[in-house]
C-alpha cells in the first residue's frame, strides 16, 4: 500500500537557522506529493505541492522537489522564524478511477514538531 | 469566500453513546473526506463522499458511517463509542470537477471519550 514516512522529530532551531525535513514514500501509482502545516489547535492548511517528477513547490519561503528516482520531497527553508513552529505533514495522494471521475484520499507521515527560538 | 467548516467544535461522549459530526465544504467543492487523528499521529483517511455516495473507504469498521446531503454537506456518525475514538476529527473538501485536486480542511471537531 501507499506509506508515506517522515524523518523524527521534535526538531528544534534558531531564528534564521536552515531547515531541512526529510520525507520519503512508496506508492502503488504515480503519486502527487503535498507538504501540511497545522499550527496549535487548528486544522492542517496545505503548504506546497508537486503533482509529478522534478516540479519544485514553493510558498512562503519553503520549497520541495519531487524526486522521483528517490521517491523523496524534502522540505527546506532558508531561514526560519518564530511563526513557522507548526507540525509539518508530508502527504501523498495517487489518482483513482471509477466511473469516469478520478478520487483520490491523502496518505499522510507521522508529522515533524518544528520549534524555532528567537 | 468561507472555507470548511465543522460542528462542533469539541464533544465529551461516554463509552458505548453515539455521535455525530457535522461538515460543510468550501464554497465550490463537491467532495468531503473525513480523517481521524489520533494525538501525536498523522491523520488517518476514514472515507469520501461525492455526489451523495461513498466512493472511498479507509481501515475503519461499519461503526463509522457518513452521509452527504444535497448541498455537498456531510455528517461523519460513529456508534458504540471506544475510548480508542478520542480523536481530532478532520473534513476535507476538493472539487471533483476535472479529477482529484488538493483538499482543504477544516479547523475539526475534537471529540473524547470517557
Known amino acids: 500500500g501507499d506509506s508515506v514516512t517522515q524523518m523524527e522529530g521534535p526538531v528544534t532551531l534558531s531564528e534564521e537557522a536552515f531547515l531541512t525535513i526529510n520525507c520519503t514514500y512508496t506508492a502503488t501509482g504515480y503519486p502527487s506529493l503535498f507538504w501540511y502545516v497545522q499550527y496549535p489547535g487548528e486544522g492542517l492548511q496545505l503548504l506546497l505541492k508537486?503533482?509529478?517528477?522534478?516540479d519544485k513547490g514553493s510558498n512562503k519561503g519553503f520549497e520541495a522537489t519531487y524526486r522521483k528516482e528517490t521517491t523523496s520531497f524534502h522540505l527546506e527553508k532558508g531561514s526560519v522564524q518564530v511563526s513557522d513552529s507548526a507540525v509539518y505533514f508530508c502527504a501523498l495522494s495517487v489518482r483513482l478511477y471509477a466511473g469516469g471521475t478520478s478520487y483520490g484520499k491523502l496518505t499522510f507521515g507521522q508529522g515533524t514538531i518544528l520549534t524555532v527560538h528567537p | 469566500d468561507a472555507g470548511v467548516t465543522q460542528s462542533p467544535t469539541h464533544l465529551i461522549k461516554t463509552r458505548g453513546q453515539q455521535v455525530t459530526l457535522r461538515c460543510s465544504p468550501k464554497s465550490g467543492h463537491d467532495t468531503v473526506s473525513w480523517y481521524q487523528q489520533a494525538l501525536g499521529q498523522g491523520p488517518q483517511f476514514i472515507f469520501q463522499?461525492?455526489?451523495?455516495?461513498?466512493?472511498q473507504r479507509g481501515n475503519f469498521p461499519d461503526r463509522f458511517s457518513g452521509h452527504q446531503f444535497p448541498n455537498y454537506s456531510s455528517e461523519l456518525n460513529v456508534n458504540a463509542l471506544l475510548l480508542g475514538d478520542s480523536a481530532l476529527y478532520l473534513c476535507a473538501s476538493s472539487p471533483i470537477a476535472g479529477g482529484f485536486r488538493e483538499q482543504y480542511f477544516g479547523p475539526g471537531t475534537r471529540l473524547t471519550v470517557t
Open positions: 508537486a503533482t509529478k517528477a522534478d
Open positions: 463522499y461525492y455526489e451523495e455516495e461513498e466512493r
